[in-house]
Every structure is written in structure tokens, then in C-alpha cells.
């Protein structure tokens, strides 16, 4: 039936190419990745929902539940970040907590039906900190041990010995985004540059670690950044495990919370036609890869957020809190995927797939 469907429609080479593979593309062109994106919305959205169903369980979304380890104090100038020390946020450094309160909070999230919980710390980077990887790594052990549990951090940046001792440790996957394009990123951060980004990640890889990399749209970027963005991670030499879409909330004493009403003012609000291109590019370059709907998703309806979900993603961030902004609730996403149909994804999904 679906091969039918395809016959009928005009569909683009590009995207004919993506369904045609067997195993995920990892050289795509710009051009490429942009005639995806600029396909008609209702044809583009209609494939990417092929894609999904062909790599990925429809039904299934990973729950994922993010906890600030350690809040503030973070010496480099994101834009955006509420944790900067140089942005007026009036948000107090905390000292990291400790293994039991971690553990609990892990306790609560799998109550609640997390598989995935992550852990992020505001640092620069690892460097200097042998004591508090190591306790980060008692950490993980315990979560992934007791409570069987995948798990995550996310703590700036690390280098290759760092990220070997944390998959020694049992962490299954590190958080690191590229946040937006190449060319736009210079215009967001200038304390770590777009390389130091992808050297991470590949420490992350190198070290048998899953990367989790993803960006925040909403900075003032342009159509042609997200084409940059996707087409920076599509072409990655492994294609990220999990791809983060964060919704930018504009945080008062933020840079660029000014600057989106004056630097980009004349540029086009961030608009939800916008996010449904950039999940289905991503769906279609990167059918392997977890696409999860992270911070902000609090501000979307619920008819949104169904839409997001049939067009590729398959996790959400749920609990108290996203870091330092608000995060939807437990019971109320539970109730919401009941309703639709969805069920939590089960903790190592991936691996018991590849079995």
C-alpha cells in the first residue's frame, strides 16, 4: 500500500534516495538535505511518517527525565543560558548533589515511568574535576545497576581518557549539542568554538558512548541554518543515537532574549511549521536516531505535540523541571499518551533491537 502511495506522488529524488537505503547515509549534500526541507509541507510530513514507521515502533515513546546535578556558576557565555555567570539571570550557583539525593530522584522518575534519566552539570568543562566524575560515575553505576535504568549526563566538554572512565561506568549515552549552524554559533557562544563541539562528540563515540547532540531553534537563525544544523549532524560518521529539539525560551537577563527583540527583530518568530521541517529532515536523514522534544515542549498544545510524534519523534523530556525552565508533568504527559495511544518506550530498546 505504501509503496502504492509513493508511485502516485512526484516524490523527490533526495527522498527517494532515503527510503531506497539500507543502511543510514551518512554523505548527504546540502542541496539534498534542503530540497527535503523545503518539500510542501503536507508531502514532506507524509513521508517522514513512512520513514518513522520503517525504522521505528509508531506506538513507542522514550521517556526521558532531566536532573540539574549541578545548577549555575558556568564560566562560558551562551547566549541563552540562564546559568552563565556572566548573564544577570539572578540564578544562584548550588554545590552538586550528592549520590543519595540523585538516586531518589532516579527512584522517582522510574515510578513515573522514565526509562532514560539525565543528569546535567553547568561546567565549561571536566577538566580539573577527577573527584566529581567520579562521583558522577557512582552515580550512573548505581542508577544503571539498581534501578536498571539507561542513563545520561551532560557535562561540558570531556576528553577521551573522561569519556572512557564514564562508559566504564556504565553511562549509556552523553549529551553534547551543536545547538545551530556552523556559520549562526558565532553569533550565540565565542567561549568554546563549533569544533570544540564536535571534538567531544567524538571522544563520546570514540569511547563506545552513545552521542546525544542536538540543538535549540528560535536564536535568530535563518531557514538556511537549519539546513546547516541537519545537515551537520546528518553527516556525522555515525549518525547521533538521540537528536534533542529544544524550543528556546527567552530567559530575562539573557542576551539574546534582547537581541530577539532587536538584533533579529525583522526576522520571522520561530514558527511550528518550522519545527515540523526541521523533525522531518531529521526523520529522513536520520531514520536510526531517537528525535526527542525537549525543552519548551511545555509550550506546545497537546495537538502539537501529536503532530510532532507522527512526524518522527519518539521521546520527551517529563518530570519537575528541565534545568532551569519548566518541564510538563508526569501524570499530565502519561495521560496525554494514553490518550493517543503511546506507550514508554522500554530502557535499552536499542540494544535489544540489534540482539
Known amino acids: 500500500m505504501i509503496s502504492t502511495l509513493l508511485r502516485r506522488a512526484v516524490t523527490p529524488p533526495a527522498i527517494k534516495e532515503a527510503f531506497s537505503l539500507a543502511t543510514p547515509k551518512t554523505d548527504w549534500t546540502r542541496d539534498q538535505i534542503s530540497a527535503i526541507y523545503n518539500t510542501p509541507l503536507n508531502d514532506l510530513l507524509f513521508y517522514s511518517q513512512i520513514q518513522h514507521r520503517n525504522h521505528h515502533n509508531p506506538s513507542e515513546i522514550q521517556l526521558c527525565t532531566l536532573l540539574s546535578i549541578k545548577t549555575g556558576g558556568c564560566t562560558e557565555d551562551c547566549k541563552y543560558c540562564a546559568q552563565s555567570t556572566r548573564n544577570p539571570t539572578g540564578l544562584k550557583a548550588t554545590k552538586m548533589l550528592d549520590l543519595d539525593q540523585v538516586y531518589e530522584k532516579a527512584k522517582i522518575a522510574k515510578a513515573n515511568k522514565s526509562t532514560r534519566f539525565c543528569m546535567g552539570s553547568a561546567w565549561r568543562s571536566m577538566d580539573g574535576r577527577k573527584s566529581a566524575l567520579k562521583r558522577i560515575a557512582d552515580m550512573v553505576h548505581k542508577i544503571n545497576t539498581e534501578l536498571g535504568m539507561e542513563t545520561c549526563v551532560t557535562l561540558g566538554m570531556i576528553n577521551a581518557e573522561q569519556a572512557k572512565s564514564l562508559k566504564e561506568s556504565g553511562l549509556t549515552a552523553y549529551n553534547h549539542n551543536i545547538d545551530t549552524s556552523r556559520n549562526h554559533y558565532k553569533n550565540i557562544i565565542s567561549t568554546r568554538t563549533f569544533d570544540d563541539r564536535l571534538e567531544t562528540i567524538k571522544n563520546v563515540r570514540d569511547a563506545g558512548l552513545k552521542p546525544c ?143
Open 213 to 355: 547532540t542536538g540543538g535549540i531553534l528560535g536564536m535568530g537563525e535563518t531557514n538556511e541554518d537549519h539546513i546547516d544544523f541537519i545537515h551537520t549532524l546528518a553527516t556525522m560518521e555515525e549518525h547521533p543515537e538521540s537528536l534533542p529539539i529544544n524550543k528556546l525560551i527567552p530567559i530575562k537577563g539573557t542576551p539574546l532574549a534582547d537581541e530577539l527583540k532587536t538584533k533579529y527583530k525583522s526576522r520571522n518568530k520561530l514558527s511550528f511549521e518550522t519545527i515540523l521541517r526541521v523533525i522531518a529532515t531529521a526523520r529522513l536523514t536520520m531514520p536510526k536516531s531517537i528525535i526527542r522534544l525537549a525543552a519548551g515542549r511545555y509550550t506546545m498544545p497537546e495537538s502539537e505535540q501529536l503532530l510532532c510524534f507522527n512526524t518522527g519523534v519518539n521521546a520527551i523530556f517529563t518530570g519537575e523541571k528541565m534545568l532551569t525552565t519548566m518541564c510538563t508533568g508526569w501524570d499530565e504527559d502519561i495521560a496525554m499518551l494514553n490518550k493517543w495511544g503511546f506507550v514508554p518506550m522500554e530502557p535499552f530498546r536499542n540494544e535489544q533491537s540489534q540482539m
